[in-house]
């Protein structure tokens, strides 16, 4: 009866991050919701999630279904520590080996664990490699050929944008040497470890990159000034909500996303007239000094967001009372969060505030939680 309800849940988890509400439910990993959500240990979350992932069909972005690594498995009767030793073997499995080859080894490996336990199906999974893929990897070319650089800025059909590169050894080398410490996993709070993949971690380590980069002053500028990004829309947008504004070199974006990147110093937000006129480039009093900023280091220690380990460097400081309302840069006014769940924030109906002793707490959407009980990030308490 419990592995059948497992089943059961696992089903519904997939459901779930599928349909996009684990994100509008601030969790940046199935994981992260999983252990936020069941009050269950980071690893026993890490590996229901996993199980989830491999067992259900996915959802990539543009829509596209992503097969399941074991779908047979996810049909029979069996515990945990069975499964994880199956899907272990199935990952294994070269892509060149035929799909009817891996089912059928899979059917082997799950009618095994019917009655027996996760040691003798990973022996028997080690068995199935050996059959499946008798010649094991292939050794790398000891002579990679010369190649020339290349890099291409992408807009993918979805409105998502990306990079596309060939780098020659050195230039791989010294990114992947100045990437590497940045992406290693964040230090266990409480015994909760890092819940990002290791293309996150990468992908989060390449932003902070370049965010350092170009604040640089060593390297060249535009016109004499140091590298910045230009946002230029209507006041009557800005204000109502309404239209669009321009990225200077990227191109149309929306008003919400125009003042998530304005939060930011870096970023100068340009507001026009209704001829186009100039009103408003940047103002000083958005800058948030280096005093304020180990304020909030301080206070917040990281994203605030509940259940959010992103520390101090993958955040920025956010107005709690948005800029358009007149809000001030003050710590009372300010929290750190972390890229998803500042846009969240301007995204959704969550809601930020101060509490009375001094400390940022979020309220949920009442769908969420129709109690709108506060919460609080408790991953980067001091002990």
Known sequence: MKRQLDAEQNAILAEINNRGVRGCSGHSTLAALIFEDFRVTDKEAGR????????????VVGGEVVPPLAP?????AIGGGQIDAIIRTLARIPSTVPEEDVRGGEKILVDLARHAGPRQIARAGRRLLDKLDPDGKEPRSEDPKDVRPELRFVKHRDGTLGLKATLDLETYARLK???DPMAKPHKAIDGVRDSRSQDERYGDAFTDYVRLKTTSRNLPGQAGEATHILITMSYEDLINDLGEAHLDLVGPISATDARILACDARVRPGVLGTTGEPL????SKRTVSLAQKYALTIRDGGCAFPGC??????CTAHHIVFWRHHGETKIDNLVLLCTKHHRLIHHSDWKVAIAQDGLPEFTPPAYLDPTGQPRRNTMHLRT
């Open 48 to 59: 229901r999630a996993d199980r989830v992932l491999a067992l259900h069909p996915g959802v």
């Open 177 to 179: 040497s100045d990437l």
């Open 280 to 283: 408003d480039i940047g103002r």
């Open 309 to 314: 380990d992103m520390p101090v460097p993958r």
């Open 72 to 76: 047979l498995t996810a049909e029979g």
